[in-house]
């Protein structure tokens, strides 16, 4: 039974709060009891007592407080979800909510969100950007998953809204990726002699596949120079604050050793020799199993952003085109690679796909040398 009292606020004004008596806790044996206040009126503290004192006779419970904030529920589905990704997902993650989503939603009841707002949402999201409002989106649905399970709201409002689609444009999308010439005239304008940690951070990048991470990560424990192998089995990223950390690769493919062709060989060989000489100049010792193979003038990590760096400037002062990324790299070899003849199995196995679909949906560009010989093979095989 649920006792009514009225009081008087901090702000000397009436205000109305309700005690309801909730049976025996069974894992305590010790009487339960709630309380609430904050009720303008007589009428509303009534009626909410008499909402749980129906749901005690009803369902044996009480119902759980809707009352919630959406930025509440974040944080308890955050504090899941950072036990289920690695820590770079985890905190690029948070940094989506905070710049996107809690904007909008943070300060609001979670019950009380409807479809329109969340579709005001995708929309402004969508011309914000139009690639990635999707991932915004999909976690937006996340959470209020995440309030149904936990009994504060029965529907998700965000499933129902549409979603903005990109309008076909004219013209092909720019490749990422250069062909066999084009390689080699970009490598044309470095000089190895002068750059060799330039040419040769490069060269891993063209000739092995790796992913910017990967190739930062090396330590020149993971090359085997008698062997000719190049063992990958972490990549460099950021964590939490931005700090650069080390992470496994996302799954058991991306762990992969991987032959290398004896230029490569000589050029890393060559670098190994030339880094010793300029640490030891500014007395740094490197002479460890973890050395890195690319390095900071500290011996650190390098930044993420230097490869793009070098590229842009090379790219820039040498007229090159197109323009391509860092990753346009492990593209290129992945193009190399289908145009030499190596199959669909071969090409996942070397670049550390976990299924071959992702091989296909990626890498689908073939060389222009490579549809003249298809349209060349099916006039052959046609003859009129």
């Keep these: 039974?649920?006792?009514?009292?009225?009081?008087?606020?901090?702000?000397?004004?009436?205000?109305?709060?309700?005690?309801?008596?909730?049976?025996?806790?069974?894992?305590?044996?010790?009487?339960?009891?709630?309380?609430?206040?904050?009720?303008?009126?007589?009428?509303?503290?009534?009626?909410?007592?008499?909402?749980?004192?129906?749901?005690?006779?009803t369902k044996g419970s009480m119902p759980v407080e809707n009352n919630i904030l959406f930025v509440d529920v974040y944080h308890q589905w955050y504090s899941e979800y950072i036990n289920t990704v690695r820590e770079s997902t985890w905190a690029r993650t948070a940094g989506m909510f905070k710049n996107h989503i809690l904007p909008l939603f943070g300060n609001k009841r979670l019950r009380t969100i409807n479809i329109s707002q969340c579709q005001q949402a995708v929309n402004r999201w969508f011309k914000e950007a139009t690639r990635n409002y999707k991932r915004w989106y999909n976690y937006l649905v996340n959470i209020f998953d995440y309030g149904i399970k936990h009994g504060y709201i029965d529907s998700n409002p965000a499933k129902m809204v549409t979603l903005p689609k990109k309008p076909d444009t004219w013209g092909d999308k720019p490749e990422n990726f250069w062909n066999k010439q084009q390689l080699k005239m970009f490598f044309d304008c470095i000089n190895l002699k002068e750059k060799p940690e330039k040419y040769c951070l490069f060269r891993v990048l063209a000739f092995c596949g790796l992913r910017r991470g990967e190739c930062l990560a090396l330590t020149w424990n993971?090359?085997?120079?008698?062997?000719?192998?190049?063992?990958?089995?972490?990549?460099?990223?950021?964590g939490k604050g931005g700090r650069q950390i080390i992470q496994a690769p996302k799954t058991k493919k991306g762990r992969r050793t991987i032959l290398l062709d004896s230029t490569t060989v000589s050029i890393l060989q060559y670098w190994h020799k030339k880094q010793l000489e300029y640490f030891l100049f500014l007395g740094i010792n490197v002479l460890n199993k973890n050395q890195l193979v690319f390095a900071n003038s500290k011996n650190k990590f390098k930044s993420l952003n230097t490869p793009a760096k070098w590229l842009h400037k090379i790219i820039s002062d040498n007229n090159l085109t197109p323009r391509i990324t860092v990753h346009g790299f492990r593209h290129s070899h992945a193009s190399a690679l289908f145009a030499a003849g190596a199959t669909i199995k071969e090409v996942q196995t070397r670049l550390g796909h976990e299924d071959v679909a992702t091989t296909l949906n990626i890498y689908t560009h073939v060389t222009k040398d490579q549809n003249k010989e298809a349209v060349q093979k099916l006039t052959s095989y046609l003859d009129f």
């Design 1 to 57: 039974m649920a006792t009514i009292k009225k009081y008087i606020d901090k702000d000397g004004k009436p205000r109305y709060q309700f005690q309801v008596y909730l049976g025996i806790d069974p894992q305590t044996g010790k009487k339960k009891k709630t309380r609430r206040r904050g009720f303008k009126t007589k009428s509303e503290a009534v009626i909410a007592a008499s909402r749980i004192t129906y749901q005690l006779k």
């Design 222 to 238: 993971d090359i085997n120079f008698k062997n000719k192998t190049m063992r990958i089995n972490k990549t460099l990223t950021q």
